[in-house]
């Protein structure tokens, strides 16, 4: 079950609605008959990195019949895969997605000005958001078993070409061109973990995965993701990680949001194509920072613009009672809104430990559940990461295993490459820069005013602007300024910065 997500509270009866995106697929490879043929347009993964382990998640969408689907990712030796929450996902996105909100404007009369209600979504301005089987000796089944709706089977081989062998002997299609890459992983001493959906499941029943992997693994398999995509591909990753980080062997770009124009007769702003034109960089191999806050999932992010007090979130279907000031609270409400779990026990502690310096530990063997008898105690001084779930909401817990919370980034990465920039895996590293990048902006360029404030005279106003997160600095509304000297000096910029 998926519902919509509100955030956030901009004053007591302001509400910026968001609703979840369902454009999402597999980061791994997904492998069909062929007599199905599938075009991969967007993923969405997030990824938590400690020393003591890795976690990728991935939330795949596969519409075709279900019992012709296998998805198929290179991980680790070590590597076990459980099932997550929609609600991880669902929160993760609606609270870090782009939001532009309209510029102010004195309209010089008593019946309007100020800050208006104006908001954009970014989604609303065309940015994209998003086995079994025979073999022989030469492929080992390192694990079989059951993670909710899904079969999975773990794989090691040493032999090129003999993975290919066993998906072809399970009734899959593997595109002759895709073995290459698939060798290359098993010469880097890979193995890989596959899915399907058990008989009797149907798509609808899908729910995202992870990957935990033992010790610090930061790569993403891009060359995987190739299989199956088209010309090009948008990713959106969520890292959870100490500090923030960013892409090591690609470009990184962050939008030019001094250069937001709002127009008023539209009700939309530039941000769209502001985004496009940065993510062109270096041939389209660019990674864009949307959201990067040091304490961005435990802790409270500030207030917007010139509304007081911290950000908040609802989750649909929970009313203003239901309003919580922080993402890992939206979590937990999107989770019991959605039905993933009846219990919220956990939000006392989260609050209570978002700003400790003590490691969280899982004291579980890998793959198995929080309440196993084969459980062990945390040491002293170290956080039980158990305190952290309700129930079988436990992604945060899993997510945080290995780290100090007080130092925990929330970052958001965007891009849209094209296949030539699959080439070789993501590899991701603490970023240069350590500043917060929000995902709030109010625009700073005003055009057909005069649909806000009728046929009057406007100024604008002078006492500068707030961007989200508190951010200030002087606010230029240039209502004599058209859109197509907006997009010249937006060019002129760009250039400037490919230079």
């Given at each position: 079950m998926r519902s919509g997500f509100v955030v956030p509270v901009l004053a007591a009866t302001l509400l910026a609605s968001l609703s979840t995106t369902d454009e999402a697929a597999a980061c791994g490879g997904c492998f069909v008959p062929p007599s199905q043929s599938t075009v991969v347009s967007a993923h969405r993964m997030a990824l938590s990195i400690s020393p003591k382990q890795t976690v990728l998640w991935d939330q795949i969408q596969y519409d075709g019949d279900p019992e012709e689907f296998a998805w198929v990712l290179p991980v680790k030796p070590g590597a076990v895969i459980e099932v997550s929450t929609d609600a991880w996902f669902d929160t993760l996105d609606a609270a870090t997605t782009t939001q532009i909100f309209q510029a102010p404007v004195d309209c010089g009369n008593d019946s309007s000005g100020g800050f208006g209600c104006g908001a954009m979504d970014v989604r609303s301005a065309g940015a994209t958001n998003e086995a079994g089987g025979g073999g022989g000796p030469s492929v080992t089944v390192v694990h079989r078993g059951t993670v909710g709706p899904y079969q999975t089977v773990t794989l090691s081989t040493d032999t090129p070409g003999a993975l290919n062998d066993w998906l072809d002997n399970a009734g899959y299609a593997v595109d002759p061109s895709t073995q290459p890459v698939i060798d290359a992983y098993v010469a880097e001493k890979f193995d890989f973990i596959a899915i399907k959906l058990q008989p009797g499941?149907?798509?609808?029943?899908?729910?995202?995965?992870?990957?935990?992997?033992?010790?610090?693994?930061?790569?993403?398999?891009?060359?995987?993701?190739?299989?199956?995509?088209?010309?090009?591909?948008?990713?959106?990753?969520?890292?959870?990680?100490?500090?923030?980080?960013?892409?090591?062997?690609?470009?990184?770009?962050?939008?030019?949001?001094?250069?937001?124009?709002?127009?008023?007769?539209?009700?939309?702003?530039?941000?769209?194509?502001?985004?496009?034109?940065?993510?062109?960089?270096?041939?389209?191999?660019s990674w864009l920072t949307a959201f990067a806050f040091e304490g961005g999932l435990l802790g409270q992010l500030p207030g917007l613009f010139t509304f007081g007090g911290p950000r908040t979130y609802s989750s649909t279907g929970t009313g203003l009672g239901g309003v919580t000031d922080t993402i890992a609270g939206a979590y937990v409400a999107q989770g019991l809104a959605s039905g993933e779990t009846m219990s919220g026990e956990c939000s006392q502690n989260l609050v209570n430990l978002s700003k400790s310096s003590l490691m969280v530990s899982n004291p579980c063997p890998a793959g198995v559940p929080f309440d196993d008898p084969s459980c062990g105690s945390v040491a002293a001084g170290e956080i039980d990461a158990r305190k952290l779930a309700c129930g079988p909401l436990d992604d945060l817990a899993v997510a945080l295993n290995g780290l100090h919370p007080k130092d925990v980034w929330l970052t958001r990465l965007e891009a849209n490459l094209p296949r030539a920039a699959l080439a070789e895996d993501l590899v991701l590293a603490p970023a240069a820069s350590q500043e917060t990048v929000d995902n709030m902006h109010q625009a700073r360029i005003g055009t057909n005013v005069e649909a806000f404030c009728g046929d009057g005279s406007a100024a604008p106003i002078t006492n500068g602007s707030k961007r989200g997160g508190g951010g200030s600095g002087p606010l230029v509304v240039g209502f004599g300024l058209g859109l197509a000297a907006i997009a010249a000096a937006a060019r002129r910029r760009l250039g400037a910065a490919r230079a």
């Open positions: 499941k149907d798509v609808k029943s899908m729910k995202p995965v992870r990957i935990v992997m033992p010790g610090a693994s930061p790569t993403l398999p891009l060359r995987m993701v190739a299989i199956g995509t088209g010309a090009n591909v948008a990713v959106t990753l969520f890292m959870i990680t100490e500090g923030r980080w960013e892409a090591k062997n690609f470009n990184n770009v962050v939008a030019p949001v001094d250069l937001l124009a709002w127009d008023f007769q539209t009700q939309s702003s530039n941000y769209g194509e502001l985004r496009t034109k940065v993510l062109e960089q270096n041939g389209g191999a």
